[in-house]
């Protein structure tokens, strides 16, 4: 039976139903967890200074493929762990920009994968936030210092806030207590709204991104559906669970023979835009009615 080595920069929790998802692409391709496959799971739990550690030690197990989920961080440590064995990423970032793949098409050597694109779109959550709550004089964005592309999407933000005029201001967060103390800090600082930053930390906090922003009345924005549906404001991003799904059948393509170099990555197509009326109502904003009609589900 082939062994799949799984390697996580986040906690098992907040990700189950995407795992879920992962496995329908497994059983999309003929492979069933137990039955003909086995699965070695991995967490780093939000700290990704132990990704390089874990990655070797699936390297050791032998496994016959390692998928790496949680952003470009899992996919460089797992790429740095072995030269050999089949790697499948799933990363947030331009892949070819990070450092995964030198081309999307052919990305050559022993690794493929899925960009779900949702580190690139933190400048279109930023006007998204600001058409919602136009009265905000400083929008923050907060954003993991540890990402290797976090560079970029503050680069990109910071035009989009220049071109709409709109003041930002930057907050950093990579552990508990630190995410915990931003959030008197936006108070204090005058920020009116915030952009959350496409992280799998940040989704492993999700109730606690969601409970912080209710508390302090910020309208926030976020990646993913889960987040309004705890009671965020709003969301945009791409459709994780997709995107896991993909890796799923990647990963069986590879156990029946197929070569990782010759799978194009697989890019992200599907958008979606969700809202939560009740918390907008709770935090006194009027939703647009142009925004409600854009929005792919609003939540009553």
């Known amino acids: 039976m082939p062994v799949i080595g799984f390697l996580h920069s986040a906690s098992p929790e907040p990700f189950a139903q ?22 070695e799971y991995r967490w780093a739990n939000g700290q990704y200074d132990r990704l390089p550690a874990l990655a070797n030690d699936l390297v050791k197990r032998q496994v016959a493929v390692i998928v790496a989920f949680g952003g470009s961080p899992s996919g460089l440590a797992a790429k740095k762990a072995t030269a050999t064995i089949p790697i499948v990423f799933s990363a947030g970032d331009d892949p070819v920009k990070v450092g995964l793949v ?9 690794i493929t994968g899925v960009s779900v694109l949702i580190g690139s779109l933190d400048a279109k959550k930023l006007g998204l936030l600001h058409e919602i709550a136009p009265k905000a004089p400083v929008i923050g964005v907060l954003e993991n210092p540890t990402l290797p592309a976090v560079k970029d999407r503050l680069s990109s933000v910071q035009e989009a806030a220049r071109n709409a005029g709109q003041q ?11 995410l915990e103390a931003t959030f008197p800090r936006l108070a ?11 992280d799998p930390f940040f989704n492993s906090q999700r109730d606690q991104l969601v409970s912080l922003a209710a508390r302090y009345a910020i309208p926030a924005i976020y990646e993913t559906r889960e987040y309004v549906v705890a009671g965020g404001l709003m969301s945009y991003g791409t459709k994780l669970a997709e995107g896991y799904r993909q890796v799923g059948i990647h990963t069986g393509r590879i156990l029946k023979g197929d070569k990782p170099g010759d799978l194009p990555v697989v890019q992200s197509s599907k958008f979606e835009l969700v809202i939560n009326m009740k918390t907008a109502h709770a935090l006194g904003l009027a939703v647009p009615n142009s925004m409600q009609l854009l929005a792919d589900e609003v939540i009553e």
């Open 18 to 39: 995407f795992v879920a998802a992962f496995r329908e692409g497994l059983k999309d391709v003929g492979y069933v967890e137990g039955q003909n496959v086995a699965i």
């Open 102 to 110: 030198a081309n999307l098409n052919h990305p050559g050597e022993n």
């Open 168 to 178: 930002i201001q930057v907050f950093f967060a990579s552990d508990e207590p630190t």
């Open 188 to 198: 204090q600082s005058g920020v009116g709204a915030l952009v959350v930053g496409a």
